[in-house]
């Protein structure tokens, strides 16, 4: 098991890497469908 004071970087990271992924892929959705 890891440590409990991994977990906040944990989390962390994965939130950062989640919005880098997900804000993009929003931006060209909306881009591509309004127009």
Same mark, same amino acid.
């Given at each position: 098991? %890891?440590?409990p004071s991994f977990w906040p970087?944990?989390?962390g990271i994965a939130a950062? +890497? %989640?919005l880098a992924v997900i +804000?993009?892929?929003l931006r060209?959705?909306?881009k591509?469908?309004?127009n």
């Open positions: 098991m %890891a440590e970087y944990g989390l950062v +890497i %989640a +804000i993009p892929l060209k959705r909306r591509t469908g309004s």
